[in-house]
Each structure stands twice: as structure tokens, then as C-alpha cells.
């Protein structure tokens, strides 16, 4: 065999020991694992404006999930965020994502788009890879909130609403519950009716029927200007260690909103006042 022979075969031969590793033992390849991305929202997710992507691990192997990012157009959410999420293989997790402000245009229904999510996991013990999924939306979620979302804006825009300072503490049937007033302006030429109440789960919050008859409408509301003072009570709703421990938003009381005849009013939450919670804390403190 000639040097030069030689010199080619043995640099050829050490390439292929440099392929398999020093050691040889094969480096552990990253691989793309199989994965399906789902949206869903539970009643929790709500009053706290996110979303949840349900991730699905069709391999046997486990994946980790490390970093979590959505993006939905029409939707202003945030940057990547860090997870340390196992997913064992044929299994699902949920993973929650606070969607942020909606873009509501002037004059149309909102349009968003599809959910995307941007995910790095890892699959075993090998190295981290980056994997783009199309979320599906069987409950047409994205849109729903978007719609539900501009449609409370709008609403706010057209009828302020807020709870007033001054509340007198009563007793009723052996509850202890509040007296005051909710404020209502019109903002817009056009008449809005006011036709229901509804509490948050620590407090109730409904018209005060102890004054006699309870008006139906609450309030009629002509034109731009126009005002109304509802008398309403509130009291403890579930007043427990549990509730206080998880509740978010304690103040989220609704007040539903329509023109008059509306068949399908839209509910809204009316400002609450630093004196007002204060106040509150009579009938539950928290």
C-alpha cells in the first residue's frame, strides 16, 4: 500500500470513530416530540382574563416543558414565560396564559386570530428543543372572548357606572347587610335600560327590596346626561377561610346593561371606591 493510501484510509476511519463519539457511545439526538396544543378557559380563568392551552404528549417518552409563549392576533399578550411542566407520555397538562388587552376596532366585530403557541421542551434527558404548534379551539374561545370583551368596553363607554361612598350597616332576617346607592350616568344620546344585579362570591349585591317594590327596569335612562341612584344592599356571601385564600377579584360585581327591550343585556362591572371596601369589610371582612 502507498503512503498515500495509507494516509487517506487512516484519516477516513478516524472521521468515522469522531462521528460516533469519543467515547463509542452515540450523543443523545434531540428530537421533536409529538405534540398537540388545545385553548380552553375554566370558570377560574376568567375573572382573571387567561386562557389555558392544554398540551397533549402523544409519545411515550416524558417531555418538560421549559418556556411557554402564545400569540393570537388581535390579542396584546405578553413575552415568553419559564415553566417547569412535565408531561408524562399519553398524558395532558393545562398551562395558563394571561392573553392581555384585546383589540377592539371602532366601527366591527373584533376579528382575532389563530392561537400559536411557542413552546422549548424536552424530551427524556435530551437537549432542549424549540416547537411551534397551531392551536385548535373547538369552543371558539379566542373569538368569544374578544367579542365579550369589546362589547363590555363599548358598554362602559356608553353608561358610567359606579357604587357610591356613603352605607348605612342594617340587619335583615338576621344578616348583617349594607345599605347604599349604585350610580348610573348615560354617556351616550341614546337609552339604556339598568335590569339586573348580581354579587361576587364573597359579597352578595342585589336591589334593595326592603324599601318596597323593586322597579323593572332598575333604571331607565333617556338621554345623554341622564342619571339614576338605585338603592341596592349587599352582605356576605361565602365568608370562609377557603374563599378568602383564592378569591381574586372580591369586588366583581355585575350590573347588566341593554337598550330598553333588549332580550340579551350585557353585564358589566361598576367602580368600586376605596370606601366602599372598606365599608364592606363590616359584613365580611377580608
Known amino acids: 500500500m502507498s503512503v498515500r493510501r495509507w494516509l487517506l484510509f487512516t484519516l477516513a476511519g478516524a472521521a468515522a470513530l469522531s462521528a460516533c463519539g469519543g467515547d463509542g457511545n452515540p450523543a443523545p439526538r434531540s428530537s421533536t416530540p409529538a405534540l398537540s396544543a388545545q385553548v380552553v378557559q ?16 402523544h409519545g411515550r417518552e416524558p417531555v418538560t416543558v421549559d418556556r411557554l409563549q402564545v400569540r393570537i392576533p388581535g390579542y396584546r399578550g405578553g413575552p415568553p ?15 395558563p396564559w394571561e392573553y392581555g388587552e384585546v383589540s377592539c376596532p371602532d366601527d366591527s366585530t373584533p376579528r382575532p386570530g389563530r392561537a400559536v403557541v411557542s413552546l422549548r421542551v424536552r424530551v427524556g434527558d435530551q437537549e432542549p428543543v424549540d416547537v411551534r404548534l397551531d392551536a385548535t379551539d373547538p369552543d371558539d374561545l379566542v373569538q368569544r372572548i374578544a367579542e365579550r370583551t369589546c362589547t363590555v368596553r363599548r358598554v362602559a363607554q356608553e353608561v ?102 333588549d332580550d340579551d343585556p350585557v353585564a358589566v362591572t361598576p367602580a368600586v371606591g376605596e370606601a366602599t371596601k372598606l365599608a364592606l369589610r363590616q359584613v365580611c371582612a377580608f
Open 81 to 95: 414565560v419559564a415553566k417547569d411542566s412535565p408531561i408524562p407520555g399519553g398524558l395532558e397538562v393545562n398551562l
Open 160 to 261: 358610567d357606572l359606579r357604587l357610591g361612598d356613603d352605607w348605612r350597616l342594617d340587619r335583615v332576617d338576621g344578616q348583617k347587610v349594607l345599605h347604599g346607592i349604585l350610580r348610573a350616568r348615560l354617556l351616550v344620546d341614546q337609552p339604556r335600560d339598568i335590569t339586573e344585579l348580581a354579587g361576587a362570591i364573597m359579597y352578595g349585591f342585589r336591589p334593595d327590596d326592603t324599601r318596597g317594590p323593586v322597579p323593572d327596569p332598575l333604571a331607565h335612562l333617556q338621554h345623554a346626561g341622564d342619571t339614576a341612584d338605585i338603592p341596592v344592599l349587599t352582605y356576605a356571601g361565602r365568608c370562609d377561610g377557603h374563599v378568602k385564600g383564592e378569591i381574586k377579584k372580591p369586588y366583581e360585581f355585575l350590573v347588566w346593561v341593554g337598550p330598553p327591550g
Open 42 to 57: 375554566l370558570r377560574r380563568d376568567q375573572v382573571l382574563n387567561r386562557i389555558e392551552i392544554t398540551l397533549a404528549n
